[in-house]
């Protein structure tokens, strides 16, 4: 038995709520006679547009209806198996593919990168946490979703591998703004002492 249903994609609709957001909170500022930095509103505003991107490509889409429980074909293609393909064909990789996994490296970390400038976290491990507490939520935002038929079954299975490489992706971004920062101080203190001797 095969079903038709329709995919959407999310990052459009998410990008209008999102457009929709900035205009109102400008113009609440221009009220407010209230200047926010506009530094921190842009890397505010595209931590979110990252955040919508990442939910796309994390579940792959959306259907109004609940897709058929009974339908096992599968007529699309997820981002895990998009990035395996030509391992596969060229390579024939026995375990998993080792683009998919440089591809979930990759996907987190910018993510650990926003938390940090955003949040300025003094303490390392809460960064990490809730890292970690990101990609966990992910996982189980898939698979509640999966479980409901809102998005295709054979996205509601987790990966061990890819989700390490997730939270790995997350945290190793969180260590780049923590050395940039230091070195950043670094010369700060070296510009500051330079100056008076």
Aim: hydrophobic share 50%; with cysteine.
């Amino acid at each position: 038995m095969h079903t038709n249903y329709v995919l959407y994609n999310i990052v459009p609709f998410g990008f209008l709520v999102l457009l929709v957001y900035i205009f109102i909170d400008v113009f609440l500022d221009y009220f407010r006679k209230e200047i926010k930095s506009n530094q921190r509103r842009i890397i505010r505003y595209s931590f979110l547009f990252y955040l919508l991107c990442l939910l796309q490509i994390k579940v792959g889409g959306i259907t109004l209806l609940p897709l058929n429980t009974a339908d096992n074909s599968r007529s699309f293609i997820t981002a895990n198996d998009w990035f395996g393909i030509f391992d596969s064909i060229h390579f024939n990789m026995y375990l998993w593919s080792y683009s998919a996994i440089v591809y979930n490296f990759l996907l987190l970390l910018p993510l650990g990168i926003f938390l940090c400038v955003l949040f300025h976290f003094k303490n390392i491990n809460k960064a990490i946490f809730l890292v970690i507490l990101c990609c966990l939520g992910t996982e189980l935002l898939r698979l509640l979703l999966g479980s409901f038929s809102l998005v295709p079954r054979n996205i509601g299975s987790v990966d061990a591998i890819y989700l390490l490489c997730n939270i790995l992706g997350g945290i190793i971004g969180i260590l780049i703004v923590k050395i940039f920062t230091h070195i950043q101080m670094k010369r700060k203190d070296k510009v500051y002492n330079g100056s008076f001797n």
